[in-house]
């Protein structure tokens, strides 16, 4: 048995071009659970997921709210992405895994108050707009917007992960047995002030990072990254694209890979590999078997070592 982290996309919840209703979603992850209770039958398994359009959605909402003197918060807003697809996650894996217990922890993510991140938003969150659509949410609301392919998203501020409030929880109840959802949207960002309490912050901690440092910090084995293309692929987006069966992080940032996509999830495998003896994948989440079997998706190589697989 190994030790799995694995973070899932927001295409486990969402695709492309769908309506973000409560029963689409759930639609999805009852799809998606199938492939991810394969691996929790025979390995420990984390789930970390996605909640980009998710937290995006609740801001537009908190935002157009006359009820509120002020919109809700980021972090408040993560808080609630997590209980709400933690419980859509962990109801879909009991339908699959009768007898195993699934726990969703609410998951506060460690950053620094003081770091750069804060002024350089990059984040997508919420949906797509076109451009004149984006120029006057921009205006009415304060926010800063940049290309997606073909639309216009909101970025906010993504700060580094520097450490996991409930990790001694999820050790505790991954050792008892139990899959373990956590760090839900890369986790609650909170800074420590200068009292020495934990505060919420105004961001949204990237997913693939956090999934990256909770690995880490677990010892695991392997990191999975779970999304809605089958790899990491060479000229994508043009007819001479092609997947990447095997590559060091170095050789994968010669593709000039995308901030908003793949970008994140090959730095993320880059530090989990920096330690010895450990995996890391990245494939699309119905063949996740087969991705961690290293026969399809994009198997990331340690930079000068040896690359472990998981049968």
Not at 27 to 44: F, Q, R, T, W, Y
Not at 65 to 78: F, H, K, N, Q, S
Not at 156 to 165: D, K, L, M, N, Y
Request: aromatic share 4%; net charge negative.
């Amino acid at each position: 048995m190994s030790r799995l982290v694995i973070g899932l996309g927001g295409n486990a919840l969402l695709r492309r071009g769908q309506r973000a209703d409560a029963a689409v979603q759930q639609a999805n992850l009852a799809d998606a659970a199938g492939a991810l209770a394969e691996l929790a039958a025979v390995h420990e398994v984390v789930l970390v997921h996605g909640n980009g359009p998710q937290v995006g959605m609740l801001a537009l909402e908190s935002g157009a709210d006359t009820a509120l003197d002020r919109p809700y918060p980021l972090d408040a807003l993560v808080a609630e992405t997590q209980g709400m697809i933690g419980y859509w996650l962990a109801a879909a894996l009991d339908a699959r895994l009768p007898g195993r217990e699934v726990a969703a922890v609410l998951t506060r993510t460690l950053v620094d108050a003081a770091d750069p991140a804060f002024a350089r938003p990059t984040k997508f969150i919420g949906p797509g707009y076109e451009r004149a659509e984006a120029r006057a949410l921009a205006a009415a609301h304060d926010w800063s917007l940049r290309r997606d392919g073909h639309s216009w998203r909101r970025v906010v501020p993504s700060p580094e992960p520097r450490g996991i409030a409930e990790l001694a929880t999820i050790r505790t109840l991954l050792e008892a047995g139990n899959v373990v959802i956590a760090a839900g949207g890369g986790g609650v960002p909170v800074a420590v002030d200068a009292a020495g309490h934990r505060r919420g912050v105004e961001a949204v901690v990237d997913k693939d990072l956090a999934a990256a440092l909770l690995a880490d910090r677990l010892a695991a084995d392997f990191l999975l990254l779970l999304t809605d293309v089958p790899a990491v692929y060479r000229d994508f987006g043009t007819p001479a694209a092609r997947p990447v069966a095997a590559a060091t992080p170095a050789e994968l940032a010669l593709l000039g890979l995308p901030d908003g996509s793949m970008g994140p999830k090959v730095e993320a495998c880059r530090r989990f590999l920096a330690a010895p003896g450990r995996g890391a994948a990245i494939g699309a989440l119905p063949e996740a078997v087969a991705v961690l079997a290293g026969t399809t998706g994009t198997t990331v190589l340690p930079e000068g070592g040896d690359h472990a697989h998981c049968a």
